[in-house]
Nanobody, 124 residues
Framework: QVPLVESGGGLVQAGGSLRLSCTAS????????MGWFRQAPGNGREFVAA????????RYADAVKGRFTITTNSDKNTVYLQMNNLKPEDTGVYYC?????????????????WGQGTQVTVSS
């Protein structure tokens, strides 16, 4: 098991910024690829960004390129999602996830472990 815990969500106006954090106790996240996904009401889980700690491969969804940045801090065993220039369509529950196979995948089914999610609401 990889107990992931997200934090940093909240309510922000369009054009604002938030930084999400994801950490795990008792597990070294650097052993995995880490992804961020989001889910809006009535929609499926959508890929946002992913990073492999060892190969440094990073991937972003087209909808967030240039606005979101995924980073990692091995000392803090934490992965971050910096979200700038937020738009109302970025609203949703944001989840971090771990892929033990290190695939840096776009697909939610490649990720074995998930956090509980943190709500991000962007008002217009």
């Amino acid at each position: 098991q990889v107990p992931l815990v997200e934090s940093g969500g909240g309510l922000v106006q369009a054009g604002g910024s938030l930084r999400l954090s994801c950490t795990a106790s008792g597990r070294t996240l650097g052993d995995y690829s880490m992804g961020w996904f989001r889910q809006a009401p009535g929609n499926g889980r959508e890929f946002v960004a992913a990073k492999n700690w060892k190969t440094f491969i990073i991937r972003y969804a087209d909808a967030v390129k240039g606005r979101f940045t995924i980073t990692t801090n091995s000392d803090k065993n934490t992965v971050y999602l910096q979200m700038n220039n937020l738009k109302p369509e970025d609203t949703g529950v944001y989840y971090c996830a771990a892929d033990v196979a290190g695939r840096t995948s776009y697909y939610y089914y490649d990720y074995s472990y998930w956090g509980q999610g943190t709500q991000v609401t962007v008002s217009s």
